[in-house]
């Protein structure tokens, strides 16, 4: 029962984490909240599911499908809603805009499909192995897998190449690296599009594997991976990801040993809780008031 | 009497020693200044006397009374003022309301006589607009009154900070790089300020300056700190003329 | 009362009214925290329901009378800006954001669990003790005081707080106090509001206080200007008509409430009222006759 209960909260973790690092990335950034991060991913598993029922794709091609898409619905949101506010407006300001932006695409898809779960239909055959008393699922394995190849892809791609060192560089400084010669606009553009791919690939998963997907589903999965993105410390990547899988973990022993009904207050008690005692989260430096 | 006094003062930062054992007292009436290059500790050492850190060890007293962990604002109640030297102001108030801020320290009409409009917040209010108005006109502030205070021009600003620190009557005044960014006509202006505002208010000032003719000229006794290390001190003269601060930093400049 | 205003306007206009009053008091407690003080706070909604389900029990279960049910509603809710603010007013910005978000999620799934409030159905069968004339009345009292306080040492000592704290702290204003303060009165109007709104209706339920009625009332707030009392008042105007007036392209609404939202900040980022102060317009006029 541990063990099952383990590997139920580490998928799920591990989707939390995929949103989360959207987050925690236009956060290292730009330090804007992006509300409507949510709502890219439930854009992503709607996608996911129309590339699979309409025309008919393989799963793992309609995720790809998924994630090009909201590349684009990143970068697009960006340009329009959050660039003009850049530098001439407080964070808040860009956090409403942001917030319009979410009840817009959320609205959006209501009128799309109607505001009702649309099942997906099941896409990969699911056996189920066992290994001595623990059961899982080759859905998980490959939720597993998955998450975990687009974590370190994003590892590798932040550390070794060109365009992660300059979005290192950015969240050090922006005001730097402009001057050091970065396309500012450009590397944000880009952050908006790997942190909106990552989204979706995590809304394709949970699509599949709770076999649903509704419109307002983006609202309350984007406000726990914000949480899990502020437990690792907010614009820390590796805090995002250990931040992603506990909450995900802790989630499903407090439902599983205390109460189902108390399902979405868990999350945001153990933030709170862990926020009281290291207010700059998990991973997050503490910071020297500079005076 | 010592207005101030530390002993063996050390901070730390996370392995990083920025104050070593720094010990200083300055006396009643005086005006004492610190030099040192950039990143010898002077900031740390303001932010310490004012109560933002606490100190990792060493005491500090203000007027006999230990002050190590008192928090910030009741330092500043105490009567300990300062400036900022990347200046603090409340950008989106008026430059009045700047100054009526700085007064928060001195003033006790209680919340509900405020939201009640009683007698006694009313005059406090009144006595309270007054001195600002006066603090405003000390320091040539008094026709932007109204103004944003971060629309105004930098010297401007820094004259503002020294109105707010001033509206708090302290008897120690910490001013942190006061002529940073102003020509030397505004400094000339600035020293008489300084000197006015000593007597006027029978202040003792501790002052953080890089400007060595200024620091000279006003300063009735100087320390020097050197990577989180005092040292020197003595008058203007002994310290113009001492070794170790010609080679860590004098030597450079004059 | 009532019946003399519906011999002017119908039924429907009073209703609205109604509903401004009550969002005004909303955006102004909001407006006090996070406007005037800058403690960014996203779960206004949760101190609502405190004062609506306390407000709502206090007259169905012990038949207390409405004024006493309405103070007894907003001072719990107070009570609990007060318990929540002590320990999280010292976390900084987005963390206090995400923590007021948690707070607003935990109070909504507490009251779906709350046998006494009826769980997700809610209460129902309050009398609609709220009249136009109750609502509008403590309206101009919370106008009054509110502007009475920001113009005092402690309303500018909440606006230092937010301008800088550390600048403010050497001025000898105790910060944490000041932001718990502040947090406290937020709280104890929201709570205030939700009794209003319990005796409104005559119906309550968890779904009334979720998320995005705690981001409504930011809306107001950060709209109409921040920090400004006259901003806060037609934050509250605006976004409460303007749902209403967009009912004629009525499933399309929300689409046309989110992009007026990213379309406002763009053209307004301060607010619509926000940094404008009546002594600016009169040099504006005074320079026009010269």
């Not at chain 2, 029978?202 to 953080?208: G, S």
Request: proline content about 2%.
């Amino acid at each position: 029962m541990f063990w099952e209960q383990l590997l139920n909260g580490l998928t799920l973790g591990s989707t939390y984490a995929l949103i989360a690092l959207g987050y925690t990335m236009v956060y290292g950034i730009i330090q804007l909240i992006n509300f409507a991060h949510g709502e890219i991913y439930m854009f992503g598993a709607f996608v996911g599911l129309v590339l699979v029922t309409v025309f008919g794709l393989n799963i793992i091609v309609a995720l790809v499908g998924a994630m090009i898409f909201c590349m684009f619905l990143g970068m697009l949101i960006e340009r329009i809603a959050y660039r003009p506010l850049r530098g001439k407006s407080s964070r808040l300001s860009a956090l409403i805009s942001a917030i319009g932006v979410s009840i817009f695409l959320s609205t959006l898809m209501v009128l799309i499909r109607g505001p009702n779960t649309t099942r997906y239909p099941e896409i990969i055959k699911i056996t189920t192995y066992n290994i001595g008393s623990i059961s899982i699922s080759s859905l998980q394995i490959i939720i597993l897998a998955l998450a975990t190849l687009l974590m370190v892809g994003l590892q590798v791609m932040i550390k070794k190449t060109r365009v992660g060192m300059a979005m290192r560089a950015c969240s050090q400084d922006l005001e730097a690296s402009y001057l050091m010669g970065i396309n500012v606009n450009r590397v944000i553009s880009f952050t908006f599009a790997v942190g909106s791919a990552l989204a979706a690939a995590g809304g394709v998963m949970v699509g599949v594997y709770y076999n649903a997907v509704w419109p307002y589903m983006g609202l309350m999965a984007g406000l726990k991976a914000f949480a899990a993105a502020v437990l690792g410390g907010i614009g820390s990547i590796p805090g995002a990801m250990v931040g992603g899988l506990t909450l995900g973990v802790l989630e499903i022993f407090g439902v599983a040993y205390l109460s189902s009904s108390y399902k979405d207050a868990i999350a945001f008690a153990i933030l709170i809780l862990v926020l009281i005692i290291r207010p700059q989260g998990i991973f997050g430096q503490k910071k020297i008031k500079k005076v | 009497m010592a207005v101030l006094k530390l002993e063996g003062i050390t901070q730390e930062f996370g392995g990083l020693r920025a104050l070593d054992s720094v010990s200083l007292e300055v006396e009643a009436g005086n005006i004492f200044g610190i030099i040192g290059p950039n990143g010898a500790g002077k900031t740390t050492l303001f932010n310490i006397i004012t109560g933002i850190y606490t100190p990792t060890e060493g005491n500090l007293f203000f007027k006999d009374e230990m002050i190590t962990n008192t928090s910030a604002y009741n330092i500043a109640r105490l009567g300990v003022g300062r400036t900022f030297q990347n200046i603090r102001l409340f950008g989106k108030l008026s430059v009045l309301d700047n100054v009526k801020v700085g007064s928060y320290g001195i003033t006790s009409s209680s919340f509900f006589s405020n939201l009640l409009g009683l007698p006694k917040a009313k005059r406090e209010e009144k006595l309270v607009t007054e001195k600002s108005l006066e603090l405003l006109e000390l320091v040539g502030l008094v026709e932007v009154r109204h103004e944003y205070a971060d629309s105004l021009a930098y010297g401007d600003q820094r004259r503002l900070e020294i109105a707010r620190a001033l509206a708090l009557e302290p008897s120690l005044l910490l001013l942190d790089e006061p002529a940073a960014g102003m020509n030397s006509s505004e400094k000339l202006e600035l020293m008489e300020l300084i000197n006015g505002i000593k007597e006027q208010f029978d202040l003792t000032i501790l002052l953080v300056e890089h400007d060595m003719n200024l620091v000279m000229n006003i300063c009735d006794l100087i320390a020097v700190l050197d990577y989180g290390k005092k040292i020197a001190e003595g008058n203007p003269v002994e310290v113009k003329s001492d070794e170790k601060v010609i080679m860590s930093y004098l030597g450079v400049e004059i | 009362m009532e019946g003399f205003l519906l011999q002017f306007i119908d039924a429907y206009y009073l209703r609205i009214l109604v509903i401004i009053g009550i969002n005004i008091i909303l955006a102004l407690g909001l407006n006090l925290i996070t406007g005037v003080t800058g403690q960014l706070s996203m779960g206004h909604a949760g101190f609502m329901s405190i004062g609506a389900y306390t407000a709502a029990i206090l007259t169905l279960q012990f038949g207390l009378s409405f004024g006493i049910a309405l103070l007894g509603g907003a001072v719990m809710a107070g009570l609990f800006g007060f318990l929540i603010g002590i320990p999280t007013l010292r976390l900084e910005g987005d963390y206090l954001a995400m923590v007021t978000i948690g707070f607003g999620e935990i109070i909504r799934v507490f009251f779906l669990n709350f046998e006494l409030g009826g769980k997700a159905t809610g209460l129902y069968g309050m009398t609609k003790y709220t009249t136009f004339t109750t609502v509008w009345i403590l309206v101009i009292i919370i106008v009054l005081l509110n502007a009475k306080l920001l113009k005092s040492r402690h309303g500018r000592a909440l606006y230092a707080i937010r301008e800088n704290e550390i600048a403010a702290e050497a001025a000898g204003v105790n910060t944490t106090l000041m932001k718990v303060l502040a947090f406290t009165i937020g709280a104890f109007l929201a709570g205030l509001a939700g009794g209003l709104y319990a005796h409104y209706m005559g119906y309550i339920a968890p779904k009334d206080f979720a998320f995005m009625k705690s981001i409504e009332i930011l809306n107001m707030v950060v709209l109409g200007g921040m920090g400004s009392i006259p901003g806060s008042i037609l934050g509250a105007f605006i976004l409460t008509i303007a749902p209403e007036m967009l009912r004629i392209v009525d499933e399309y609404r929300l689409l046309f409430y989110g992009a007026l939202l990213v379309i406002l900040m763009i053209f307004r980022p301060n607010g619509l009222l926000g940094n404008v102060r009546i002594y600016d317009l009169k040099k504006r006029f005074r320079k026009k006759e010269v």
